[in-house]
């Protein structure tokens, strides 16, 4: 870890609350809350492209945990965490055959995996696409936009607009379950579920392990 990484976590460490949520006391976190918010996003959005919303905890309940996993070093938490998208996605299809369908985490722009030092839901996507004996692909790329955490409610709904791209030279799959930590406005799971209909995806999944 170099010197400028270690300045930011003794920041964050002393600012941020330390998360009470251990390896051990995640473990819970199993127990899941599942809630399906596909009909509050039918209204709340122009038009939702998602087939589903999926949420596994209240944003409160778990902010702490993902501060931890994103910003100080954490990453041995991914193991636990895509244990919880694992079991959001089997409880939600309950033993259905996912064959034509692919994991694809919502991706973060370079800039930002680059300063936390790891792409936090690429890592999440591959370990819960191997629980659930599923492909995962890096299907979607986007440009650099504002911080959705940093505008309002009213910005958010636009910052993402046009923001994904399909990559190029890549099998478009037959369903895609759609991954990201946290669904606010639905603004960007929304952009990238349009793109990939747009492209030909019949049917967009979307888990999350909060909503703010």
């Known amino acids: 870890m170099n010197f400028f990484k270690k300045i930011i976590n003794f920041f964050y460490a002393v600012f941020w609350e330390k998360s009470d949520l251990d390896t051990k006391k995640i473990s819970y976190l199993e127990i899941l809350r599942i809630k399906d ?14 087939d589903s ?16 996993y994103k910003y100080t070093g954490g990453r041995h938490l991914s193991l636990e965490i895509s244990k919880i998208y694992t079991g959001m996605i089997g409880d939600y299809f309950q033993g259905k055959s996912l064959k034509n ?18 792409d936090h839901m690429k890592i999440i996507s591959q370990e819960t696409a191997k629980n659930l004996d599923i ?38 799959p037959e369903n ?36 703010n």
Not at 54 to 64: C, D, F, G, L, T
């Open 101 to 118: 369908t692919i994991i694809v985490a919502v991706p973060t722009h370079w800039r930002r995996w680059i300063w936390r030092g790891f």
């Open 37 to 50: 918010y596909t009909d509050e996003y039918n209204e709340q959005l122009e038009k939702n492209y998602l």
């Open 53 to 68: 919303v999926v949420v596994a905890r209240e944003y409160e309940e778990v902010k702490n945990l993902l501060k931890s």
């Open 135 to 172: 492909r995962r692909i890096s299907l979607l790329s986007t440009s650099y936009t504002p911080q959705q955490s940093k505008l309002s409610k009213k910005e958010r709904l636009h910052n993402k607009k046009d923001a994904f791209k399909i990559k190029k030279s890549i099998k478009i």
């Open 176 to 211: 895609v379950i759609l991954i990201d930590d946290v669904i606010s406005t639905g603004s960007t799971i929304n952009e990238c579920a349009k793109i990939l209909k747009k492209h030909g995806v019949k049917k967009v999944y979307g888990f999350f392990l909060a909503r």
